[in-house]
């Protein structure tokens, strides 16, 4: 039983948790942004749809990170030994087959919903295996990528009702930059990293908190979206700002851990700015049990 448990453990820690819960709140996102929660979830229906996207969100992030680590393997022999993979509790062919069962799941969840995001949960897959396969070792176009797949989950969110993609899919280019920028430092996190590079992370989260803002006016929901954005602020500026004064890896670490986490509230406050009380409240929720996993499985 025990063996049983340490096992599950270590699929789990492959899998990243606390994560997955980011990539669910990116849906709830994308489907505020659309317009699905104007009205409510009022019928059965509207219910599984919404669902149905929230499983594909999970087997494509958590398909994704998986092959982080298959691909990840030999460096983190020597860089992160503890990892379930070379620490050999989970082997590459047992990883590979999760991270394939995973992207399989997410894609055909999508689809169940309809083809466009059937066609984007495909994309998100093949951009997640290009990140982990070359695109993390590429220092300009590798940020970009990670970020792709960002804005990709939050279109699938959005493409519950296609006919918003015209008039608001250019806002998926917010999270291509708030996780590109995330990213950009997350490279420096075991060795130490430039303040250069993090005031430039710190740019871009700012350029992030402007076009919500700007969002959350137009549509007169300023004053809603406030609450959610100080939390957002304080997630991340406090161990950026921290990181900025002593640029070392726990530092980074924390920093990109708290970019992560901060996806969440972000993402509240997106619902905020498109949807009705208390679904922001819903998708803040996630925040503590986010906390929790984090404590016990790898954020970064």
Not at 17 to 25: D, G, V
Not at 233 to 239: D, E, K, N, Q, W
């Amino acid at each position: 039983m025990n063996y049983i448990l340490h096992k599950l453990g270590g699929y789990l820690r492959l899998m990243r948790p606390a994560n997955i819960l980011t990539a669910i709140t990116d849906i709830m996102a994308g489907i505020a942004i659309a317009g699905f929660l104007a009205h409510g979830l009022t019928d059965v229906q509207s219910v599984l749809q919404v669902v149905c996207l929230a499983i594909a969100a999970v087997g494509l992030y958590g398909g994704g990170v998986v092959f982080n680590d298959v691909f990840d393997a030999e460096l983190d022999r020597i860089e992160r030994p503890e990892r379930p993979i070379p620490s050999g509790l989970i082997s590459r062919t047992q990883a590979m087959v999760l991270g394939i069962y995973l992207l399989v799941l997410g894609v055909l969840a999508a689809f169940s919903v309809g083809e466009w995001p059937g066609m984007l949960a495909a994309g998100i897959a093949v951009s997640a295996l290009v990140y982990d396969k070359w695109g993390k070792h590429n220092a300009l176009l590798g940020p970009l990528n990670m970020g792709l797949c960002r804005g990709l989950n939050l279109l699938m969110g959005m493409s519950i009702l296609p006919q918003a993609l015209p008039a608001y899919g250019w806002l998926a280019l917010v999270p291509v930059l708030y996780i590109a920028a995330i990213t950009m430092i997350s490279r420096d996190e075991v060795h130490g990293g430039k303040k250069r590079t993090l005031w430039m992370a710190a740019l871009g989260y700012g350029a992030v908190c402007a076009i919500i803002l700007i969002q959350a006016s137009l549509h007169h929901k300023l004053l809603a979206v406030i609450p959610y954005m100080l939390v957002f602020l304080y997630l991340i500026l406090r161990p950026l700002l921290k990181a900025i004064r002593e640029p070392v890896g726990p530092n980074i670490g924390k920093a990109v851990k708290g970019g992560i986490i901060g996806l969440i509230a972000m993402n509240a406050a997106w619902v905020a700015a498109f949807a009705m009380f208390p679904y922001p409240l819903i998708v803040l929720a996630f925040l503590p049990l986010s906390f929790l996993l984090a404590r016990a499985f790898a954020v970064t």
